[in-house]
């Protein structure tokens, strides 16, 4: 036979989830007519699917067309050998698993290394007993049905990852945009109102956060605040972006600190304030989270203050050629009991006074040591950071970043008061 010439036997039922017969298709290659006859038939009568070649390249053209998942070659052929075969097989057949028997009279340990180099998974030595071959060709049923099953499964996890991917995507690009939605309800970093200037940072651990920051101005005097709601992510943010709805500065007539004359505003106290945003939270049942809050207002000339706490870190009040203080008597988080009554402060302020308002993501912040950064770290952090307005918070936050790197699992935001 000078062309390959293809015996078709009985297909095997089921094979596919049988090990014993995974073996769909084998090629027999040999360039002894006589040997390849011999095989073809014997293989035949166990039921496989055989083709035969008398030459490698012929055996190439064979396993391009129909891939199999056996392989029996002689070893020396003219043109090219079984080595040569075995290594032009896998390099055309990488995606395609072929268990490869090589069929010689050496039996010398490097020629077997050789072989097994090339490619060859397994030898068989000349002449081919039966039982020896039924024996081989059963392990290498075996070794094709997990490679089979491992290929399988292969392709279900990375169809899976596919489909997560695609989940990911939607998802981070969902968050991208919240996160812009977030972003807009701080539109401006700082704002000068009379005497008093208004500065505010905000940087969440993810895409979004439960912190914010925020200001409105009526006129009269101006409101600001921060807040820290309970959790983190997605359910955080949109209960701040609910609050941040309550203390609109663009649409006072909503705002439930203001109160409104005729076409004026004026502030409300912030104890009747952080009562009614108490009010609005227990009495929505949709709403699980809870937060802290500290809420000011300050007359345009920057001279009077008035303040709650609300379970947030008590501001830090840095008057001008004094040391830090600490004010505040705590108070209850909003949304965590009805009528939750607040103690509201009130101080005076003087030229060059300043007051910030912060959350706890900078006083919890983890230290190298797994300590947390406290009020004293804080203090001194207030103590090398220098400058006003924006930059001085960057300048802060940078700070605080020196100590404990970027690797942070709480939001941060802090809101600066200065009187000029």
Not at 177 to 191: F, G, H, N, Y
Request: aromatic share 6%.
């Amino acid at each position: 036979m000078d062309q390959a010439t293809h015996v078709s036997q009985v297909t095997p039922p089921d094979i596919a989830m049988d090990p014993s017969r995974a073996l769909r298709h084998v090629l027999v290659v040999d360039d002894s007519r006589a040997q390849v006859m011999m095989l073809s038939r014997l293989l035949g009568r166990w039921g496989l699917n055989v083709s035969v070649a008398t030459s490698a390249k012929d055996a190439l053209d064979i396993a391009k067309e129909n891939p199999p998942d056996l392989i029996l070659s002689d070893w020396v052929m003219p043109e090219m050998d079984g080595l040569e075969f075995c290594r032009a097989f896998r390099e055309n057949s990488a995606s395609q698993f072929g268990y490869f028997i090589l069929l010689s009279s050496k039996s010398d340990k490097g020629e077997i290394a050789e072989g097994l180099d090339a490619g060859a998974d397994d030898f068989l030595t000349k002449p081919v007993h039966a039982n020896e071959l039924r024996a081989r060709i059963n392990a290498a049923s075996r070794i094709v049905y997990m490679q089979r099953e491992l290929t399988r499964k292969n392709g279900m996890v990375s169809d899976t990852l596919a489909e997560l991917r695609k989940a990911y995507d939607a998802i981070d690009r969902d968050l991208k945009q919240a996160r812009r939605i977030q972003d807009s309800l701080v539109p401006e970093r700082t704002r000068r109102v009379g005497n008093v200037q208004i500065s505010m940072l905000l940087h969440p651990c993810g895409h979004v956060g439960g912190d914010l920051v925020g200001m409105f101005d009526t006129g009269a005097g101006v409101g600001l605040y921060g807040i820290d709601v309970s959790g983190h992510g997605i359910c955080s943010a949109m209960v701040a972006a609910r609050v941040a709805g309550y203390l609109s500065d663009q649409f006072k007539e909503q705002n439930i600190a203001v109160n409104r004359h005729g076409a004026s505003f004026t502030l409300k106290e912030p104890a009747e304030v952080a009562e009614a945003l108490n009010s609005r939270l227990v009495s929505d049942a949709g709403v699980e989270e809870y937060l802290t809050m500290a809420f000011c207002t300050v007359d345009p000339e920057g001279r009077y203050l008035k303040m709650v706490q609300a379970g947030h870190p008590p501001p830090l009040l840095l008057r001008k050629g004094q040391a830090p203080e600490f004010i505040g008597k705590g108070g209850l988080p909003i949304g965590l009991i009805n009528d939750a009554s607040q103690h509201q402060l009130e101080c005076s302020l003087n030229a060059g006074d300043r007051l910030l308002i912060y959350s706890d993501g900078f006083v919890e912040a983890e230290m190298p040591d797994g300590s947390l950064l406290d009020d004293r770290g804080l203090l001194g952090l207030i103590a090398e950071t220098h400058g006003s307005g924006p930059a001085y918070l960057d300048a802060l936050y940078d700070n605080l970043l020196k100590i404990v790197g970027d690797v942070r699992d709480d939001d941060i935001s802090a809101v600066l008061l200065e009187v000029l």
